[in-house]
């Protein structure tokens, strides 16, 4: 900037007198957040106001004093550390997290409105030898019972990386200490969810909740011998600290108040200076992930890694797998053969075109074993791509009098195990395929086929599922079939190809040799169809010889099949 000054000299004078005075305004480009705070036009900074009784407690803050500052208790931490800072109605105020509601409009340290207020189970408890218990049948623990839509929240905070966490919660109907509407419903059945969330405690809308951290298929099925549930800490717990939550909830329908017992086990993998790492120790974890299911697998923790359990094959006879997070479940593959031979070829895993394979004798448990409510059975087919179709249709076994009864609820899933994928479940899943049609009925039938949008998956799992409220065991067969469309078209090729070798004659004669005299059977059809069947004769040789990759392969797979049953 330039400041010129234009002077005007008095007569008799070499020198005028002057004062030049320079005012900025450092506020007039910027302003503060209006009703905030004010700019000081010396400095250019906004002073942010203060709250009437607490001078010294700034209400905003930010450059530009558009941040709210709730008052922190005398800890120092914001919201009392179970909720954020927002701005409501031009105030700051908390808005607390679940399982917390504020107090004076700025501490989020009250249970929510009905609810217990959430316990907080320090680090140190939980990476010891026994882990953190909590019932509430425990002395001290009384009136802890989980009436209807109640829960209870378990707040951690993890310093250490990598952690690895598991969460057991057994549950039973509750036997005093709830209220009356619970009371009035003591023959019922409890019900509950036992959800691990991170940074808040479950959102009653499960707008929050995950899947991958809490035991969905065990809430779905009315579990209450165990629900399971395993998550670890990220990186950024070493640096900032990072916090979960464990939900115990009673659901609204349930039928019971719920009393439950808790256990919280964790366990870390380290790594010194020199990058050598040590793995976590399994004996640290649930029963159920520790052992994997008592030895059906492997339980490893390696550093960073986040599969727990490794699932063996049957050590008996090697005739089925062990799988699932905890290994706790059998997969058969079909058709049946020895998963610990390594002598099986490719044609003996996979199916045969236009066979059908039926449960108990070509896959399967040998000796039929009902399915009692809330059991699954599954199985595992490797088709490689390699057909036109799978056909699985699952019948029921039972007395005409249970199946007229309408007490059966079972259900057929087929579901893509491309890539790894994880066995079919009640969860939602739009790779799930069910007959739902059928699931009213006596039967049930999938069809999966090839086509130009969809080609048919290398691998599938078929579950049977006999649903928790069913009122009777599952007695089914289930049958699996595949089948090849061009197969058809290979058989009319073969059965066209010597009268159209004949037809092509025909036409050659009546063309170039028409001295020749062939027999009676070609003169009785006209020159016309012999151009027609002509026509069929290059068609059919052009699509055998075009078919689809697929073919040749089958048509391979049932000479080697029977060559190797031979």
Same mark, same amino acid.
């Given at each position: 900037? %330039? /400041?010129?000054?234009?002077?005007?000299?008095?007569?008799?004078?070499?020198?005028?007198?002057?004062?030049?005075?320079?005012?900025?305004?450092?506020? @007039? !480009?910027?302003?503060?957040?209006?009703?905030?705070?004010?700019?000081?036009?010396? $400095?250019?900074?906004?002073?942010?106001?203060?709250?009437?009784?607490? +001078?010294?407690?700034?209400?905003?803050?930010?450059?530009?004093?558009?941040?709210?500052?709730?008052?922190?208790?005398?800890?120092?931490?914001?919201?009392?550390?179970?909720?954020?800072?927002?701005?409501?109605?031009?105030?700051?105020?908390?808005?607390?997290?679940?399982?917390?509601?504020?107090?004076?409009?700025?501490?989020?340290?009250?249970?929510?409105?009905?609810?217990?207020?959430?316990?907080?189970?320090?680090? @140190?408890?939980?990476?010891?030898?026994?882990?953190?218990?909590?019932? $509430?049948?425990? &002395?001290?623990?009384? &009136?802890?019972?989980?009436?209807?839509?109640? %829960?209870?929240?378990?707040?951690?905070?993890?310093?250490?990386?990598?952690?690895?966490?598991?969460? @057991?919660?057994?549950?039973?109907?509750?036997?005093?200490?709830?209220?009356?509407?619970?009371?009035?419903?003591?023959?019922?059945?409890?019900?509950?969810?036992?959800?691990? $969330?991170?940074?808040?405690?479950?959102?009653?809308?499960?707008?929050?909740?995950?899947?991958?951290?809490?035991?969905?298929?065990?809430?779905?099925?009315?579990?209450?011998?165990?629900?399971?549930?395993?998550? &670890?800490?990220?990186?950024?717990?070493?640096?900032?600290?990072?916090?979960?939550?464990?939900?115990?909830?009673? $659901?609204?329908?349930?039928?019971?108040?719920?009393?439950?017992?808790?256990?919280?086990?964790?366990?870390?993998?380290?790594? !010194?200076?020199?990058?050598?790492?040590? @793995?976590?120790?399994?004996?640290?974890?649930?029963?159920?992930?520790?052992?994997?299911?008592?030895?059906?697998?492997?339980?490893?923790?390696?550093?960073?890694?986040?599969?727990?359990?490794?699932?063996?094959?049957?050590?008996? &006879?090697?005739?089925?797998?062990?799988?699932?997070?905890?290994?706790?479940?059998?997969?058969?593959?079909?058709?049946?053969?020895?998963?610990?031979?390594?002598?099986?070829?490719?044609?003996?895993?996979?199916?045969?075109?236009?066979?059908?394979?039926?449960?108990?004798?070509?896959?399967?448990?040998?000796?039929?074993?009902?399915?009692?409510?809330?059991?699954? !059975?599954?199985?595992?087919?490797?088709?490689?791509?390699?057909?036109?179709?799978?056909?699985?249709?699952?019948? #029921?076994?039972?007395?005409?009098?249970?199946?007229?009864?309408?007490?059966?609820?079972?259900?057929?899933?087929?579901?893509?195990?491309?890539?790894?994928?994880?066995?079919?479940?009640?969860?939602?899943? +739009?790779?799930?395929?069910?007959?739902?049609?059928?699931?009213?009925?006596?039967?049930?039938?999938? /069809?999966?086929?090839?086509?130009?949008?969809?080609?048919?998956?290398?691998?599938?799992? #078929?579950? /049977?599922?006999?649903?928790?409220?069913?009122?009777?065991?599952?007695?089914?067969?289930?049958?699996?079939?595949?089948?090849?469309?061009?197969?058809?078209?290979?058989?009319?090729?073969?059965?066209?190809? +010597?009268?159209?070798?004949?037809?092509?004659? %025909?036409?050659?004669?009546?063309?170039?040799?028409?001295?020749?005299?062939?027999?009676?059977?070609?003169?009785?059809?006209?020159?016309?169809?012999?151009?027609?069947?002509?026509?069929?004769?290059?068609?059919?040789?052009?699509?055998?010889?075009?078919?689809?990759?697929?073919?040749?392969?089958?048509?391979?797979?049932?000479?080697?099949?029977?060559?190797?049953?031979?």
């Amino acid at each position: 900037m %330039y /400041v010129g000054v234009l002077a005007q000299l008095k007569k008799g004078s070499a020198t005028s007198n002057y004062r030049l005075e320079l005012k900025i305004d450092k506020c @007039n !480009d910027f302003s503060c957040t209006v009703g905030n705070g004010n700019c000081n036009t010396a $400095t250019g900074v906004c002073e942010c106001n203060t709250y009437p009784d607490q +001078p010294d407690q700034p209400m905003w803050q930010g450059s530009s004093c558009n941040a709210p500052v709730c008052p922190a208790p005398a800890s120092g931490i914001e919201c009392s550390g179970n909720g954020v800072c927002q701005e409501i109605d031009g105030k700051p105020f908390c808005a607390c997290y679940p399982g917390y509601k504020k107090l004076n409009n700025t501490l989020c340290e009250l249970a929510a409105d009905g609810q217990l207020l959430p316990i907080s189970v320090m680090e @140190n408890k939980i990476m010891s030898e026994s882990g953190y218990v909590f019932s $509430t049948r425990f &002395k001290g623990n009384e &009136k802890t019972s989980l009436g209807l839509g109640k %829960y209870q929240m378990f707040k951690m905070t993890f310093s250490t990386k990598f952690t690895t966490v598991t969460v @057991n919660v057994t549950g039973e109907q509750a036997v005093d200490g709830v209220d009356a509407a619970a009371a009035a419903l003591q023959n019922g059945r409890p019900d509950m969810i036992v959800a691990v $969330t991170d940074k808040t405690g479950l959102k009653m809308d499960f707008d929050n909740i995950d899947l991958n951290t809490m035991d969905y298929e065990g809430w779905v099925a009315r579990d209450l011998e165990s629900h399971d549930a395993l998550f &670890k800490t990220s990186e950024k717990a070493a640096t900032d600290g990072e916090t979960w939550y464990v939900t115990v909830l009673s $659901t609204a329908y349930a039928r019971s108040a719920l009393d439950y017992k808790l256990t919280i086990k964790g366990t870390k993998a380290d790594k !010194d200076s020199d990058g050598a790492t040590t @793995n976590g120790d399994c004996t640290r974890l649930s029963w159920e992930y520790g052992t994997c299911s008592g030895g059906q697998g492997t339980c490893s923790l390696p550093y960073a890694d986040e599969k727990v359990c490794e699932c063996k094959i049957d050590p008996d &006879k090697g005739l089925y797998k062990y799988n699932g997070k905890t290994c706790g479940q059998k997969v058969f593959p079909v058709p049946s053969y020895k998963l610990d031979d390594p002598s099986v070829t490719d044609s003996i895993k996979m199916l045969v075109p236009g066979k059908s394979y039926v449960s108990g004798k070509e896959f399967g448990e040998a000796t039929a074993i009902d399915l009692e409510p809330g059991n699954w !059975d599954y199985y595992v087919i490797d088709s490689r791509g390699a057909y036109n179709s799978l056909t699985f249709k699952m019948s #029921v076994g039972n007395s005409d009098l249970v199946k007229s009864s309408g007490v059966l609820a079972p259900l057929l899933l087929v579901k893509s195990a491309e890539g790894g994928g994880s066995l079919p479940t009640l969860e939602t899943d +739009p790779k799930t395929l069910f007959d739902f049609e059928g699931s009213r009925t006596n039967e049930q039938t999938i /069809v999966v086929e090839n086509t130009e949008n969809e080609k048919i998956a290398n691998r599938y799992y #078929v579950a /049977v599922y006999n649903q928790r409220y069913s009122g009777a065991a599952l007695r089914y067969t289930l049958t699996i079939s595949s089948s090849l469309a061009n197969s058809v078209r290979c058989l009319c090729c073969c059965l066209l190809l +010597p009268l159209c070798c004949l037809l092509f004659l %025909y036409n050659l004669k009546v063309f170039f040799f028409p001295y020749f005299s062939p027999p009676p059977f070609f003169l009785s059809f006209p020159v016309i169809f012999s151009f027609f069947f002509s026509f069929v004769f290059l068609c059919s040789l052009f699509s055998l010889f075009s078919s689809e990759q697929a073919d040749l392969r089958i048509l391979s797979l049932q000479l080697t099949h029977i060559r190797v049953q031979r």
